[in-house]
């Protein structure tokens, strides 16, 4: 008996030890995340980055399937899909304000004055304020916030002070904050989707737009419009967010693994960004088109419509205030 007894002992351990490893890849989650850009932009590197951070953190416990470009429908969609529960994460910008009204503020008019000011806002007080009742209202849980870059002017004709500006028909997103703003500036904003703008220009329907220097590299707009005037008048930024019943369902440690890789995703692309930027004026004046500072005169004349677009949020922030001066508080001290 006790030799059956042992045979039957020393088959379980050696089974066990055959189990264990299908037991473990049982045990592998998947997360898929879904955005909007397409792939070799900074936000989908972030994503796949994402991805590789957590599957190095949790020893390949997570397996993050990434669906750039829209592959799993527009924003609204997949926002909503996120929500549902139907996927676990997604990247996007203010198209939140939908569901959240401070979520506009992460693309404020003229709030910012570099990447680097940006980046302490966002990693401070200045991001938590934006987000206060958010994960209530959404069921989404944000994770982080990484740039895009800096909108900037591009025009046929130089921009040399605000006089300029006067009248000048420039395609604006059709979103209220941008229309607003291009009015406080004197423009004559055209609301029309991006694809429209370079058949707009040909046409002369439109004399310029505004766009990071990404996109304005990207689709060679400094061949139609040469002039690009470095304004910097609004930082877009986005974020990764993720379903928050599927967030709070994980182990503590696991919930620390996400925080981590999306932490350090976030990082790699405002070190991404920064060098675009660098690199993108140098591709705009080698393709022969003219990059222009503003001159103080200017610089100042934005500032102050941007302070005026900021009405909107008053009307629809109750701690619009709050985060304002929070966002002030990282500039430097000059």
Request: hydrophobic share 40%; net charge positive.
């Amino acid at each position: 008996m006790k030799r059956i007894l042992a045979l039957i002992l020393a088959m379980g351990i050696v089974l066990g030890m055959t189990v264990a490893p299908g037991m473990a890849a049982e045990k592998k989650v998947v997360i898929k995340i879904a955005g909007m850009k397409p792939e070799g932009e900074p936000e989908t590197i972030g994503m796949r980055n994402f991805g590789k951070y957590l599957a190095e953190l949790s020893g390949g416990k997570y397996v993050v399937q990434v669906f750039p470009n829209s592959q799993l429908g527009k924003e609204d969609a997949y926002i909503a899909s996120t929500r549902k529960g139907i996927i676990q994460m997604c990247a996007t910008g203010t198209q939140t304000s939908a569901l959240h009204p401070a979520m506009a503020m992460l693309e404020t008019p003229m709030l910012f004055d570099s990447l680097e000011h940006a980046r302490r806002a966002m990693e401070g007080k200045t991001f938590e304020l934006i987000n206060q009742g958010f994960t209530e209202k959404s069921g989404l849980r944000t994770l982080n916030a990484f740039p895009l870059g800096f909108r900037h002017f591009y025009t046929k004709k130089v921009l040399t002070g605000p006089e300029d500006l006067k009248g000048l028909r420039m395609r604006v997103p059709n979103i209220p904050l941008y229309t607003n703003f291009a009015k406080e500036c004197g423009i004559s904003g055209q609301p029309m989707p991006f694809a429209e703008v370079p058949s707009a220009l040909d046409q002369g329907v439109i004399d310029g737009g505004d766009s990071p220097l990404a996109d304005i590299v990207a689709l060679k707009m400094y061949e139609i419009t040469p002039q690009i005037t470095l304004t910097g008048h609004i930082l877009v930024i986005h974020s990764l967010y993720i379903n928050d019943k599927f967030y709070q369902s994980l182990p503590e440690q696991d919930r620390k693994w996400i925080d981590e890789a999306a932490r350090r995703s976030a990082d790699d692309v405002w070190k991404m960004v920064a060098e675009g930027d660098r690199k993108a004026v140098e591709a705009i004046k080698t393709g022969k088109g003219v990059v222009n500072t503003p001159s103080k005169e200017f610089h100042d004349y934005m500032v102050e419509a941007g302070k005026r677009s900021w009405k909107l949020f008053y009307d629809t922030v109750p701690n619009a205030k709050e985060i304002l001066d929070s966002a002030n508080s990282y500039r430097e001290k000059k």
